[in-house]
């Protein structure tokens, strides 16, 4: 038999379900997209893979206008020489060490185990020759030196396997998921292999590095033996660097080619002219074409570079004041609604016959109405900029232009009205009826049991 006193509980139990509010908000995240244009008609790419990035002034403002492929394994051949410098580095700040000041020796195990008969080019080093890290590091980039790379290597790490370990942990660390290393030489193997836009990411980290460049960008250098060999000046084989060579590219600043028995050529470079900066990685290109063409790779990079100085500019497409949407406010006084305007200004690359005012802007705003107070700058939605119907060229977080407080008044009345109107309340209500209800009929039960009880108790007995 229930009691009053549980009665009373279960009472207090439905007033309590009864004035229980729940909010959800939500949340979302702009996305950065990508251009994808198409090549102008005419213009051939031998290569299986390749990418086209405009650089800026960091990771976050590069802009990929090309990419064929770029996301599929290849293998890198001499291009690792990239990672090999970028990791030296990377080592160089980790412990501290002088590159100027610390020297490696050439040995004849050296030789034995990592250069004699792999076919990669030398330079020539003998035996117990000693070289700066620099010397090393430049020469085995610029000639794609197998013994200044492996003496690099000893001299680095304790031996080329430590080498190659730290350069794969190197690459996970810098989002490279589909680059792995098996020798610092560049020959093939199943376990060696990366991709056009990992490339780009070895050398956007690379370029962190102040020393970066004057390796890299060096067209000739000339070693002085700290012991052993004789002073030599050695020039980079890379044909695009060379003025006497009809592949000559005047605005590169730096390119590094790779050679694969399985796959073809590879060639890395990034080129500068008129404030503009580009990276063009190419891979897996034939020796020649169907008229006998060689240096398809150098062609490939060149066309890219140059389709990209000729027909693409920066262009300001959004203006951080402009108005883009407005979404409605409760709870605030003097307005019933705020603007949303983009977080930042959009400045991008595009085609230079792009018309701005042809450019789509798609906007999407996360909640139709908010409630005050609204900070200024809170992220409401976003805007992609679309050209060509459906090339997506960017994406920007679209804020609130005004921060509005929040009227008291109204949210107390709101917070009223909002109790009489929830579906809790009404749930409350529900309960609290049918407990009445019950008691009511447990009160008419137990009243006439108690009344038949008494009348039972002074019926005279017979």
């Not at 350069?167 to 610092?184: F, K, P, R, S």
């Not at 900066?277 to 190419?282: A, Q």
Request: proline share 3%; aromatic share 10%.
């Amino acid at each position: 038999m229930i009691t009053r006193r549980l009665f009373g509980g279960l009472v207090a139990v439905a007033l309590l379900i009864s004035l229980a509010c729940v909010c959800a908000p939500t949340a979302s995240a702009a996305e950065d997209g990508a251009i994808g244009y198409t090549l102008p008609e005419g213009k051939v790419i031998y290569s299986d893979t390749a990418l086209l990035v405009n650089l800026g002034s960091d990771t976050d403002r590069d802009v990929v206008l090309y990419a064929k492929a770029a996301d599929e394994v290849r293998a890198p051949g001499a291009m690792i020489r990239y990672m090999v410098v970028t990791y030296t580095l990377h080592r160089l700040k980790e412990t501290g060490m002088d590159m100027d000041a610390v020297t490696g020796s050439y040995t004849v195990e050296m030789f034995n185990n990592y250069v004699a008969g792999t076919g990669v080019p030398t330079a020539n080093m003998q035996y117990g020759e000693t070289w700066t890290l620099r010397d090393l590091l430049t020469v085995s980039f610029i000639q794609n030196a197998s013994d200044a790379v492996t003496v690099l290597a000893h001299t680095l790490d304790g031996s080329v396997e430590k080498f190659v370990e730290g350069m794969n942990a190197l690459a996970d660390e810098i989002g490279c998921d589909y680059t792995h290393y098996a020798n610092v030489t560049g020959l093939d193997s199943l376990s060696q292999y990366t991709t056009a836009r990992d490339v780009y990411r070895i050398i956007r980290y690379g370029q962190t590095f102040s020393a970066f460049e004057s390796i890299v960008g060096c067209r000739l250098y000339t070693v002085k033996p700290l012991a052993g060999g004789t002073e030599r000046t050695l020039y980079s084989v890379n044909s695009m660097q060379q003025s006497s060579s009809t592949f000559y590219y005047s605005p590169l600043a730096f390119s590094r080619t790779g050679l694969s028995e399985h796959e073809g050529r590879t060639c890395a470079s990034v080129a500068r002219d008129s404030g503009y900066e580009y990276l063009v990685v190419v891979m897996s290109c034939p020796e020649t074409n169907d008229a006998g063409e060689y240096g398809l790779h150098y062609q490939d990079t060149r066309t890219l570079f140059r389709w990209a100085f000729n027909q693409f500019e920066h262009s300001t497409l959004l203006a951080k004041s402009e108005i883009l949407a407005s979404v409605k406010v409760d709870l605030s006084w003097n307005t019933d609604h705020v603007n949303l305007v983009p977080e930042r200004e959009f400045s991008t690359v595009v085609e230079n016959k792009l018309d701005p005012s042809q450019v789509i802007k798609k906007v999407t705003v996360y909640e139709q109405n908010i409630k005050a107070p609204v900070e200024k700058g809170t992220v409401l939605g976003k805007v992609e900029l679309i050209v060509n119907v459906d090339q997506k060229i960017g994406e920007v977080n679209l804020v609130a232009a005004d921060t509005l407080n929040r009227n008291w008044l109204l949210f107390a009345f709101s917070g009223i009205s909002g109790f009489f109107t929830s579906p809790w309340f009404w749930v409350g209500i529900v309960l609290l009826l049918l407990l009445i209800g019950g008691y009511i009929v447990l009160n008419i039960t137990y009243n006439r049991r108690r009344r038949r009880n008494r009348l039972q108790r002074i019926k005279p007995h017979r």
